[in-house]
T-cell receptor
Framework: GQQVMQIPQYQHVQEGEDFTTYCNSS?????IQWYKQRPGGHPVFLIQ?????EVKKQKRLTFQFGEAKKNSSLHITATQTTDVGTYFC??????????FGPGTRLSVLP | DAGVIQSPRHEVTEMGQEVTLRCKPI?????LFWYRQTMMRGLELLIY????????DSGMPEDRFSAKMPNASFSTLKIQPSEPRDSAVYFC????????????FGPGTRLTVL
């Protein structure tokens, strides 16, 4: 079936450093969503991207959707300890499938 | 609104026993999803409903798993008989529309099958 891949699997950063996670699909996506899951918690919706080349910002977080709608990225500027968690992308393939990526686990060292 | 409610929060059972997980979606939401999360397989969509009707159950691992939604405010996921490899966190989520809509996840049920 269709899949979305994410890299890296893990990322350890010093507080204040930047962080980026990438999401890739071999098939065109109709839309992509990003979720954050804190340790021991449940996934919480962050944002959705629908348009080719779309860029959205939420404070220190910047989300991009590729021109071909096959990849996406989440960039965090100047990480804080509150950013700790696993970041998931989830893609929809024009109504045929909705799949979560494996996630990138971020740890932030104070 | 209280959000998506799941019960129990933790379940420990022995292999071969029947397990029933429960979910109350957010009032007014027309889609309900069941997910399973494990370290090995990540977050997997098992089944989802639209207006109480199962739409896609292709993620249900095998016949031991079944899900029902008898009304708009209640759904169950049943495993019979349970096996140790079913140990996981099971999340229920709901949304108003799909797939261009935010999914709201419940707190999850941590299932351990001994």
């Amino acid at each position: 079936g269709q899949q979305v891949m994410q890299i890296p699997q893990y990322q350890h950063v010093q507080e204040g450093e930047d962080f980026t996670t990438y999401c890739n699909s071999s098939t065109t996506l109709s839309n992509i969503q990003w979720y954050k899951q804190r340790p021991g918690g449940h996934p919480v919706f962050l944002i959705q991207l629908v348009k080719s080349g779309e860029v959205k910002k939420q404070k220190r977080l910047t989300f991009q959707f590729g021109e071909a709608k096959k990849n996406s990225s989440l960039h965090i500027t100047a990480t804080q300890t509150t950013d700790v968690g696993t970041y998931f992308c989830a893609g929809s393939f024009y109504g045929q499938n909705f799949v979560f990526g494996p996630g990138t686990r971020l740890s932030v060292l104070p | 609104d209280a959000g998506v409610i799941q019960s129990p929060r933790h379940e420990v059972t022995e292999m071969g026993q029947e397990v029933t997980l429960r979910c109350k979606p957010i009032s007014g939401h027309d889609y309900l999803f069941w997910y399973r999360q494990t370290m090995m397989r990540g977050l997997e969509l098992l089944i989802y409903f639209n207006n109480n009707v199962p739409i896609d159950d292709s993620g249900m691992p095998e016949d031991r798993f079944s899900a029902k939604m008898p009304n708009a405010s209640f759904s169950t996921l049943k495993i019979q008989p349970s096996e140790p490899r079913d140990s996981a966190v099971y999340f229920c989520a709901s949304s108003l529309g799909f797939p261009y809509n935010e999914q709201f996840f419940g707190p999850g049920t941590r299932l351990t099958v001994l």
